[in-house]
């Protein structure tokens, strides 16, 4: 089946600083989506993106559609201690199906 | 507020039992509700495309009689992972549709000593 490869796996920041993470697909979605988990908890969506090249923002994070339908980042502005989890990007095959990125675990040291 | 719910949060059952896990759609109605499993520090990988009034669709390498899938109504889909053994230990996530946006419930840990 399609994998999406994300990246970093994990990341050891300092609050404040922005963080920056992606994922790349072998194959085309034509919808991808970010999800933030916490643990113990199920995925929550917080940014879908629908068309090539669009660049969305919620808040403190952005994230952009790759022109090539085949890559999507996910940015995150001044970061702060409930930033912390694990992100995942997921891309959309038909019929709502997902397939998601292995996850980046994000620690924030105060 | 949670839009899907599953129950229970957590499970411990001794290996060789049966173990059923509930998924609701709160307020809507879904046709179709998703199946998912991940292992600690992983990634959520797809089981079962959950159908109402119909048999389940499973990806491909996951055992549909080890994990039956019952979709008797439109608010609510069960997995029954039967004769359960510790390698079924893992955490298990439903989501369902409304309004194109996919919802995730809370998720139902299940340790199988």
């Known amino acids: 089946g399609q994998q999406l490869n994300q990246s970093p796996q994990s990341m050891f920041i300092q609050e404040g600083e922005d963080v920056s993470m992606n994922c790349t697909s072998s194959s085309i979605f034509n919808t991808w989506l970010w999800y933030k988990q916490d643990p113990g908890e199920g995925p929550v969506l917080l940014i879908a993106?629908?068309?090539?090249?669009e660049l969305t923002s919620n808040g403190r994070l952005t994230a952009q559609f790759g022109i090539t339908r085949k890559d999507s980042f996910l940015n995150i502005s001044a970061s702060i201690p409930s930033d912390v989890g694990i992100y995942f990007c997921?891309?959309?095959?038909?019929?709502?199906?997902?397939?998601f990125g292995q996850g980046t675990r994000l620690t924030i040291n105060p | 507020g949670a839009v899907v719910s599953q129950h229970p949060s957590r499970v411990i059952c001794k290996s060789g039992t049966s173990v059923k896990i509930e998924c609701r759609s709160l307020?809507?109605?879904?046709?179709?509700m998703f199946w998912y499993r991940q292992f600690p520090k992983q990634s959520l990988m797809l089981m079962a495309t959950?159908?109402?009034?119909?048999?389940?669709?499973?990806e491909q390498g996951v055992e549909k009689d080890k994990f039956l899938i019952n979709h008797a109504s439109l608010t609510l889909s069960t997995l029954t992972v039967t004769s359960a053994h510790p390698e079924d230990s893992s955490f298990y996530i439903c989501?369902?549709?409304?309004?194109?946006?996919?919802?995730f419930g809370e998720g139902s840990r299940l340790t199988v000593l």
């Open positions: 997921a891309g959309q095959e038909g019929a709502q199906k997902l397939v």
């Open positions: 989501s369902a549709a409304i309004s194109g946006e996919l919802f």
């Open positions: 993106l629908y068309k090539a090249g």
């Open positions: 959950s159908n109402e009034g119909s048999k389940a669709t499973y």
């Open positions: 307020d809507f109605q879904a046709t179709t």
